[in-house]
Each structure stands twice: as C-alpha cells, then as structure tokens.
C-alpha cells in the first residue's frame, strides 16, 4: 500500500531563479505598467497640446451615464489590479515564506498606522507642493485624481482605489521586490534605487514630474522598509496618499484656485 511522503522543504532560491521570478511578477503587474506609462509619455510629448494642457485621469468614469455598470466595472478591476498580489503571497509560500516575511499582517497596527501616518504626511504634503511646482513649469500633465461621477458610491470607490494602489505598490515594488533581491545578494541602496526607478517608471503617464516625484517617494520608503522590516506602514502611507488627493480633489476642484 502506497502512502505519500511529506512534502520536502522547498530548495534555497538561487540568483537566477529570483531573477527569472521577478521577471514574472513584474511582467503581469508594475512592470508591464511602466512599459505602458513610457509609451503613454510619447503619446502626450507628440501630440499637439502641451504637457500642460493635456489631462491624467487616475480614477475615472469607466461607463459615462450609467452609474450601476460603472460602479461594477470600477470594482472588477480594482479587483483584476490586486491580483498580482496574490502571485506574490503563492512564491512566497513555495519559497517556504509568507507576506509575513516582508511585513504584511496585522501584528503591529499601532506602530503601522503611526509610521503610516508619519509618511503620509511628509510625503503627501511635500508631493503636492511638488505637483504645483512642475505643472507650472509645463513639464507635467494636469492630473486628475478622481472624476467620478457624483453618485452615492463615488467616495467609497475612491477610497477603494486608494487602498488598491496601496497594496499593490508596497507589496510588489517595496516589500517582496527589495526582500527578493536582497535574497539574490543585491546590496540594499542598489535595490532601492531599482525599485524606486520603476515605481517611477510606471507613473511616467504623468509627466516629467510624476517621474521624479515618485523616484524619490520610491527612494523614502525603501529606506523605511529596510529600517523596519514591514511593508504594512507603507502600505498604510500610501493608502492615506491616495485617499486624501482622490477624495480631496473631488471636493476642492472648481472650488479652490490654486488647484489646476
């Protein structure tokens, strides 16, 4: 009679191997993004308006007049978007890991939420400072964080969308991709510019400044993954990020001046 055998400990990841991994994950997510923001930032330098003048909508309106197929569409592919996610909890866990490994759990919310919070604020401020500045240089497209219908769901999606960009982000670009090439025997600052330069590279749709913007935010959390050992402060930093310039946008824009 036959019985199985446990399951042997998975084999150590080599160099190669963690490569070839990554060249997966980012082909299905962040990096496949970036390739699509690059070609979109030629689109923009070509066509006839100026940077300026041409729109970067984040959060928009996927079915125009019709608010019930538009609020599904919003969540299948807020849905579709975090999946990548789930790629990375699989390798992880064939690897004999667990998002756990990068910081992804609920075992501090106290000191996540007060880390998060901390980030946001210096980040989002400084970023927004930042935004006005490059616009008015016209080396940026106006962006427009939400333009959502305004139906009872509009701010809960926002918020959705907000989180999604959260956990997709830091969970990729920040947690598995900086513990995977330390791994692969990356020193920690050479990693964190290669993050930092795709985080980058996929908000290339926005212009010169979403480029530069989002290399230095790249740069600020991986320090602050490599000193903390957790994705989840990041994850909450940008979540609070978002939320705040796609709800705050929705309210603010037409009412205030000083807000292309």
């Keep these: 009679m036959h019985t199985a055998s446990p399951l042997a400990p998975s084999p150590a990841l080599s160099p190669r191997l963690i490569h070839a991994e990554l060249f997966v994950v980012l082909s299905v997510s962040l990096g496949a993004s970036g390739l699509l923001a690059f070609v979109r930032l030629i689109g923009a330098l ?58 992804t759990d609920f075992r501090r919310p106290g000191s996540d939420l007060a880390r998060g919070a901390v980030l946001a604020a210096a980040i989002g401020g400084s970023g927004l400072a930042f935004y006005l500045a490059v616009w008015a240089l016209g080396v940026n497209l106006t962006v427009v964080p939400g333009a959502l219908p305004e139906v009872w769901w509009q701010v809960p999606v926002l918020l959705l969308a907000a989180a999604q960009n959260g956990v997709l982000e830091e969970v990729i670009v920040a947690g598995y991709l900086l513990h995977r090439l330390g791994q692969a025997g990356w020193g920690p600052w050479k990693a964190i510019v290669v993050s930092s330069l795709l985080r980058g590279s996929y908000h290339l749709y926005q212009g010169f400044g979403g480029f530069v913007g989002n290399v230095v935010m790249g740069l600020v959390f991986g320090w602050a993954y490599r000193r903390w050992g957790r994705a989840m402060p990041l994850i909450v930093a940008h979540t609070l990020i978002d939320a705040v310039a796609f709800v705050g946008y929705a309210f603010l824009h037409g009412r205030v001046s000083w807000l292309p």
């Design 46 to 103: 070509t066509a006839p308006r100026e940077l300026q003048g041409q729109q970067a909508v984040l959060v928009g309106s996927m079915a125009p007049g019709r608010p019930w197929l538009d609020l599904t569409l919003q969540l299948v592919q807020i849905a579709i978007a975090v999946a990548p996610v789930g790629l990375v909890a699989y390798l992880l866990a064939r690897s004999g890991e667990s998002m756990r490994t990068i910081g």
